[in-house]
């Protein structure tokens, strides 16, 4: 079971990034959860935007409004594309799949702290850095 990354960069504050995450040894269509988690310098993990096995969506406070985040079962690919980018969203940014759903939905709408290990998959992360 692995994800892969792709797609972040350096984006001036005010611009857009669409990041990709690509599954393999298994199949978004098994039942899985699926999102995104962040973690800047010094800080923990948060959870940021999650898609639940019944597509329901699931975005933190901190980018509500800003996020979107999809999924193209065909390609077992997840996408996550933030506007009107900040520098608080610099961080390392992974995905993550697993089951059941709420291991991924609750840390992204309550916040709650996990680790990496504590998942399925996790993936090896892609640098966004918001910089004028």
């Known amino acids: 079971v692995q994800l892969v990354e792709s797609g972040g960069g350096a984006v001036q504050p005010g611009g857009s990034l669409r990041l990709s995450c690509v599954g393999s040894?298994?199949?978004?269509?098994?039942?899985?959860?699926i999102g995104w988690f962040r973690q800047a310098p010094g800080k923990e993990l948060e959870g940021v935007a999650c898609?639940?096995?019944?597509?329901?969506?699931y975005y933190a406070d901190s980018v509500k409004g800003r996020a979107s985040v999809s999924a193209d079962n065909d390609k077992n690919t997840m996408y996550l594309e933030i506007d009107y980018l900040e520098p608080e969203d610099t961080a390392v940014y992974f995905c993550?799949?697993?089951?059941?759903?709420?291991?991924?939905?609750?840390?992204?709408?309550?916040?709650?702290?996990?680790?990496?290990?504590?998942?399925?998959?996790w993936g090896q992360g892609t640098q966004v850095t918001v910089s004028s």
């Open positions: 898609i639940s096995s019944d597509t329901s969506k």
């Open positions: 040894g298994f199949s978004f269509r098994d039942g899985y959860a």
């Open positions: 993550a799949a697993d089951s059941p759903g709420y291991k991924l939905i609750h840390p992204v709408i309550w916040g709650t702290t996990v680790r990496s290990g504590e998942f399925s998959a």
